[in-house]
C-alpha cells in the first residue's frame, strides 16, 4: 500500500482564494482525521469521519472551514475565503478499527504546506 | 484537562547521548500513550507506545518510562545516532465507542544528534 495520499504538496495562494486539499486514505481504513499543524499550536484535529460519515467537526476552526468525504477513498478540506493566518502544514490520516485492540494506530499522509499571502 | 505538557522545546546531543523527552497530562481517562516521531517534509509516524497498567517499555533504542500516580510520562533514546534527529510528539488517546481513538498531542520536541 502506497500509504495516505495527499495533494498539492504545497499551495501558495493570495489571500480571498478557495483552496481544496486532497486526501486518500489508506484501502480498508474507516477511519479519516484531518489534523493542522502550526508552530503556535501544534497539531490540531479538525474534522474526523468514520465510515465517510463526519463524527465530530468540532476542531474546525471556521465556517470558511469544510470537509467531505464522497466515497471511502477521497476526501477533501476546502477553505473559502482563505485569509493569511490559515497558512499551516494540513495533514490528513486514517486508521482502523481493531476490534478489542487498546490503541488503532492513526497513519499519517506526508502533508500539504498551504501558504495564503 | 485534555492538555498534553511536553518539554523540553528543542534538544541538542552528542552522538551516543541518551536524549530524554518529557511529558504530563492531567485527564486520568487517557488510556493509551504513543509518540510520534515526524522527519522534516513528512507526516508523524508512530515509533511505540504504552499502556498506563506498564512502566516501562523498550523497543529497540527506544525506552518509554511511564510514572501513573505523578501522571508522567518520558522517551529516552539510547546510544542516540544523528538519523534520530527529528520532531517529537508525545500524546495521550482515549477509546470511544466504535474504536476511535482521540489523540491529544503534546507541542514537540525538535531533537538534533550531533556527529
Known amino acids: 500500500d502506497a500509504g495516505v495520499i495527499q495533494s498539492p504538496r504545497h499551495e501558495v495562494t493570495e489571500m480571498g482564494q478557495e483552496v481544496t486539499l486532497r486526501c486518500k486514505p489508506i484501502s480498508g481504513h474507516d477511519y479519516l482525521f484531518w489534523y493542522r499543524q502550526t508552530m503556535m499550536r501544534g497539531l490540531e484535529l479538525l474534522i474526523y469521519f468514520n465510515n465517510n460519515v463526519p463524527i465530530d467537526d468540532s476542531g474546525m476552526p471556521e465556517d470558511r472551514f469544510s470537509a467531505k468525504m464522497p466515497n471511502a477513498s477521497f476526501s477533501t478540506l476546502k477553505i473559502q475565503p482563505s485569509e493569511p493566518r490559515d497558512s499551516a502544514v494540513y495533514f490528513c490520516?486514517?486508521?482502523?478499527?481493531?476490534?478489542?485492540?487498546?490503541?488503532?494506530?492513526?497513519?499519517f499522509g506526508p502533508g500539504t504546506r498551504l501558504t495564503v499571502l | 484537562q485534555q492538555q498534553v505538557k511536553q518539554s523540553p522545546q528543542s534538544l541538542i546531543v552528542q552522538k551516543g547521548g541518551i536524549p530524554i523527552i518529557n511529558c504530563a497530562y492531567e485527564n486520568t481517562a487517557f488510556d493509551y500513550f504513543p509518540w510520534y516521531q515526524q522527519f522534516p517534509g513528512k507526516g508523524p509516524a508512530l515509533l511505540i507506545a504504552?499502556?498506563?497498567?506498564?512502566s516501562e517499555k523498550k523497543e529497540g533504542r527506544f525506552t518509554i518510562s511511564f510514572n501513573k500516580s505523578a501522571k508522567q510520562f518520558s522517551l529516552h533514546i539510547m546510544d542516540s545516532q544523528p538519523g534520530d534527529s527529528a520532531t517529537y510528539f508525545c500524546?495521550?488517546?482515549?477509546?470511544?465507542?466504535?474504536?476511535?481513538?482521540?489523540?491529544?498531542f503534546g507541542a514537540g520536541t525538535r531533537l538534533a544528534v550531533h556527529p
Open positions: 500524546a495521550a488517546s482515549m477509546m470511544f465507542s466504535g474504536g476511535y481513538n482521540k489523540l491529544i
Open positions: 504504552i499502556r498506563p497498567d506498564v
Open positions: 490520516a486514517s486508521s482502523s478499527r481493531i476490534r478489542d485492540r487498546a490503541y488503532n494506530e492513526q497513519f
